[in-house]
T-cell receptor, first 111, second 115 residues
Framework: QKEVEQNSGPLSVPEGAIASLNCTYSDRGSQSFFWYRQYSGKSPELIMFIYSNGDKEDGRFTAQLNKASQYVSLLIRDSQPSDSATYLCAVRATNAGKSTFGDGTTLTVKP | GAGVSQSPRYKVAKRGQDVALRCDPISGHVSLFWYQQALGQGPEFLTYFQNEAQLDKSGLPSDRFFAERPEGSVSTLKIQRTQQEDSAVYLC?????????????FGEGSRLTVL
């Protein structure tokens, strides 16, 4: 079992819909949680980070964290074709050091 | 430049050759990470530096892999006697400080193909 699990997809949503991406992690000591977006052939770029239980909103993006369930999600509202990419969930155990990535969920937003 | 710079962008090596991949992090970034990304998978951690100190090398897959950052800036990942399973994109990322948000800034990667 991988330390960070994501549904590989592909997840397909129509333009304007809400896309929901999910991630579970195994290390209960994890402190920091990240969502990166990776376009095909490009490197990952950070979208959101969250440390505390609950929701964190930034524009069209909302990250949700539930440490008791070891679950983190990303909601994308008003999805656009430009959101089509692979979304990587990453978890960091301490305040320093490595982040561990899931294998990503591929999202396609259809016009 | 303003971002993380990696070279070469593409490298083709014959099995058994040695390769060296270079990473120039964002100026002032203390932490530097190397990741390996195979096709269709997420980045896999290889090693981590804070300044010139290699604090974690637990992800290096074998003793053929070696990384250094002698002056706390530019880093080199060296792979000796390359094998076909080493074919992947090698991503370098830097981060501002040890105790920070943890945001990683990635370079564009070095794609290694071993024939």
């Amino acid at each position: 079992q991988k330390e960070v699990e994501q549904n590989s997809g592909p997840l397909s949503v129509p333009e304007g819909a809400i896309a929901s991406l999910n991630c579970t992690y195994s290390d209960r000591g994890s402190q920091s949680f990240f969502w990166y977006r990776q376009y095909s052939g490009k490197s990952p770029e950070l979208i959101m980070f969250i440390y505390s239980n609950g929701d964190k909103e930034d524009g069209r993006f909302t990250a949700q964290l539930n440490k008791a369930s070891q679950y983190v999600s990303l909601l994308i509202r008003d999805s656009q074709p430009s959101d089509s990419a692979t979304y990587l969930c990453a978890v960091r155990a301490t305040n320093a050091g490595k982040s561990t990535f899931g294998d990503g969920t591929t999202l396609t937003v259809k016009p | 430049g303003a971002g993380v710079s990696q070279s070469p962008r593409y490298k083709v090596a014959k099995r058994g050759q040695d390769v060296a991949l270079r990473c120039d992090p964002i100026s002032g970034h203390v932490s530097l990470f190397w990741y390996q990304q195979a096709l269709g998978q997420g980045p896999e951690f290889l090693t981590y530096f804070q300044n010139e100190a290699q604090l974690d090398k637990s992800g290096l897959p074998s003793d053929r892999f070696f990384a250094e950052r002698p002056e706390g800036s530019v880093s080199t990942l060296k792979i000796q006697r390359t094998q076909q399973e080493d074919s992947a994109v090698y991503l370098c990322a830097s981060s501002l400080a040890q105790r920070n948000t943890g945001e990683l800034f990635f370079g564009e990667g070095s794609r290694l193909t071993v024939l």
